[in-house]
């Protein structure tokens, strides 16, 4: 069983360039998220997916843009990278957006960015 | 904005050693998340508890809810090198499925 699947594991990029992070999920679940994750800063949340065909700003949106391309897949899109964007992302499911004592998340093993 | 805070955020230790990691706020939760995450990895969900004064074991490892709600606390029994890596916790409210999570503390237990 896959679970969460993110693509590429690594990325060099030049400040001003443009990429795509991808990321899968094979559990049928109903909300995505993206997370960036800083030393001492914890994960913080740049967009989620509540459910297919909805994306909603977190708490660092700004330089980002989503892509919710079907229940299966959430993308990640940097425009012009910036070397404040340098960090590692991770892709997180589950299955839906009520929290609750049974809400888990299912995180990928992140993608790890660098901008220069 | 609501905010968890967890202490230490370093902790290095002899196998052997108990220990005790504190994650503290000033909003209520309704659910406090405890998750683990290895070099290269992902975190991954090992508790969560929901009531004020709850208390949670996983083999070695005890959690605890505040009373109040705002604050928990993650023991860990006679500490072993496996037990290495970063200990996140995640604050939640129901009927909202976004997680606050508290920096994280990098646990290092050496042989």
């Known amino acids: 069983n896959a679970g969460v699947t993110q693509t590429p594991k690594f990325q060099v990029l030049k400040t001003g360039q443009s990429m795509t992070l991808q990321c899968a999920q094979d559990?049928?679940?109903?909300?995505m998220y993206w997370y960036r994750q800083d030393p001492g800063m914890g994960l913080r949340l740049i967009y989620y997916s509540a459910s297919e065909g909805t994306t909603d700003k977190g708490e660092v949106p700004n330089g980002y843009n989503v892509s919710r391309l079907n229940k299966r897949e959430f993308s990640l899109r940097l425009e012009s990278a910036a070397p404040s964007q340098t960090s590692v992302y991770f892709c997180?499911?589950?299955?839906?957006?009520?929290?609750?004592?049974?809400?888990?998340?299912?995180f990928g093993s992140g993608t790890q960015l660098s901008v220069l | 904005t609501q905010l968890l805070e967890q202490s230490p955020q370093f902790l290095s230790i002899q196998e052997g050693e108990n220990l005790t990691v504190y994650c503290n706020s000033s909003?209520?939760?309704?659910?406090l998340q405890w998750y683990r995450q290895e070099p290269g990895e992902g975190p991954v969900l090992l508790v969560t508890?929901?009531?004020?004064?709850e208390v949670k074991k996983l083999k070695r490892l005890t959690f605890q809810f505040g009373d109040a709600r705002k604050d928990s606390s993650l023991h860990i029994t006679a500490a072993q090198p496996g037990d290495t890596g970063l200990y996140l916790c995640a604050g939640g409210l129901n009927g909202y499925g976004k997680l606050t999570f508290g920096q994280g503390t990098i646990l290092t237990v050496h042989p």
């Open positions: 909003s209520v939760f309704s659910s």
């Open positions: 559990m049928n679940h109903n909300s």
């Open positions: 508890v929901v009531t004020g004064g």
């Open positions: 997180a499911s589950s299955e839906a957006f009520r929290g609750g004592p049974n809400e888990k998340l299912f």
